[in-house]
């Protein structure tokens, strides 16, 4: 088999690997505007948040160090102890939760009924707030975080693959346990909001709050629910990215790719987000493939807007939303 | 008539005490007064019409009851202890359910979803139990399941428990929505005109789903509706509204013959 389709092959797959995260961040989207019509600028500070608090607990570093060194004139930076990653994961998706809490109580539960626009502009102001309490919090250095995911090359398909078709495919550990989780995590949301109490009554709040509220739903609870559960989507793809390219500001950057997956895969539907995600992440890696080359390159950058564009043009409700036909 | 003992109707049901009493409530709107110092009280196992001319008030008094409108002044006492201002999320809780005017259904969702919807305060397991237990949980479903099918039959709506909600016709949506208050096993209905908009095959159904609820069921009902001959078919006991004021309270028979009430129907213009 020639060279060439191998390449493509793989190109294909590790562009899949990149989709995974861009379906990840675009579904805490989704879970907050379904619920609460709040388009969330800050899902993408928030896997950067998650992942430094993660890197923050396992390496005991004391939190708000600088703050306090500044003030008290120690020079305290660690407890000195190590808290193992399954320990720290859980304490971490705490902080999502207890944040959750937090982001309703202070910021939205003050702005209901308020216009989308006025809700977008408090997680812009969240993001930036975010950020710079993760730097306080943390400090600003890079981050190398390790949960004990396995990386680099897997032997097993390069091995099989060399031996079937004279050509080892290079498939990354990561890659590949990044989508088994995102996988699980998905099929866990999507169990959760079918079969459980809260569930339903996150689905009656998506609908119709006025509903919801007559069948005994509070609004309040379900949105601390929807900002948590984002938190913990957040974290997963924090972990994610973070490992394979260290906990960093640009982690916070993926939330803009987000953008053009929830134009394609419509902002209120979760299996838009995943497909979405997973056409934008193959979309972009095939065509820098393919005729980056012949422009110049770096088309990355802008594919998926161009594609977003052409979508809001010839489909505007996206993949999966319905068509909205205006009554008169 | 407003003892807080029971009474008998002419019909010869026995009727209980009093379950909710509205006192002296005072709702307003920047300058516009809705509800305007009323009082009355809904006897257990009633029916209970509210009545009166567009504008009245009556829709802002089920909110007041149901918790979506904060009056200004007034006290609300359900079951005998006076209750503090609660978020209509909690006033469900406690047993009252609710019809809107406007029809507030899940579009998204077929006619058992929403029915099930009405199940919420009763589900009991939360997530953690309701993962590590399937058992229990599942036989919780099933167990909400069949209440809710038993409603569907019930209100005869058996052949469109799996269509989408938003491709019904409105007499349809009215009768779901009720479905959905009934699936939830209420201590108090609440049904904002229930037959507004329907014709007059669709009206008769549903006057016999009302008293047909209230008769197997024993459910305390209180129904606004414009329509005066359902009402006096209908209810026990009528409170009238007029310019967010009480202008009649009492049985079918007396508040026709009521003056005041014949003036407010008839136009007669206010001072
Ligand atoms: N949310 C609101 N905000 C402002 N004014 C309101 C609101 N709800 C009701 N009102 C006003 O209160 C008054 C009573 O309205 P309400 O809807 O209770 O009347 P109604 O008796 O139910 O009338 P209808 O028969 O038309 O349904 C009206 O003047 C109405 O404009
Ligand atoms: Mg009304």
Known sequence: MPEQLFFTIEVFLNGLMTGVLYSLVALGFVLIYKASGIFNYAQGVMALFAAMTLVGIMEGRVPFAHLINAILGTKIHHFGWHVNAFLALILTMGVMLLLAWLVQKVIFKHLVNQEGIILFMATIGLAYFLEGVGDLMWGGDIKTLDVGIPQGLNLWIDETTYNMFDYGLFIDNLDIYASVVAAILVLVLVGFSQYTKQGRAMRAVADDHQAALSVGVSLNFIWIMVWTLAGFVALVAGIIWGTKSGVQFSLSLIALKALPVLMLGGFTSIPGAIVGGLIIGVGEKLFEFAIGPLIGGATENWFAYVLALLFLVFRPQGLFGEKIIERV | ?271
Not at chain 2, 93 to 111: D, H, K, P, Y
């Open chain 2, 1 to 271: 008539m407003s003892t807080t003992e029971g009474y008998m109707t002419a019909d010869g049901r026995q009727i209980g005490g009093v379950v909710m009493e509205m006192k002296n409530i005072t709702l307003k709107f920047g300058g516009v007064t809705a509800i305007e110092d009323i009082s009355f009280d809904i006897h257990e196992g009633e029916i209970r019409a509210i009545i009166g001319p567009n504008g009245a008030g009556k829709s802002s008094m089920l909110n007041v009851i149901s918790g979506f409108y904060v009056p200004q002044q007034g006290e609300v006492f359900f079951r005998g202890t006076k209750r503090a201002q609660l978020k209509p999320f909690e006033v469900a809780r406690q047993g009252i359910a609710r019809t809107f005017q406007n029809i507030a259904l899940f579009e998204g969702m077929s006619v058992l979803d929403n029915v099930m919807t009405g199940r919420l305060t009763h589900m009991k397991a939360g997530i953690i139990s309701q993962s590590l237990w399937r058992g229990s949980a599942e036989r919780e479903e099933m167990a909400n399941r069949e209440i809710c099918e038993r409603v569907i039959d019930f209100l005869e709506i058996q052949s469109i428990r799996k269509t989408p909600v938003s491709r019904l016709p409105y007499g349809l949506k009215k009768r779901v929505e009720l479905a959905r208050a009934l699936a939830s096993e209420p201590k108090l209905l609440l049904l904002d005109e229930p037959m507004a908009g329907m014709n007059v095959e669709e009206k008769e159904d549903m006057s016999r789903f009302i008293l047909d609820v209230n008769d197997e069921f024993g459910t305390t009902i209180a129904l606004i509706e414009h329509d005066m001959g359902v009402v006096m078919d209908l209810s026990d006991r009528v409170v009238v509204m007029d310019y967010g004021k009480k202008i009649g309270d009492g049985t079918p028979n007396e508040v026709r013959n009521n003056q005041a009430v014949i003036d407010a129907y008839l136009g007669v213009s206010h001072d």
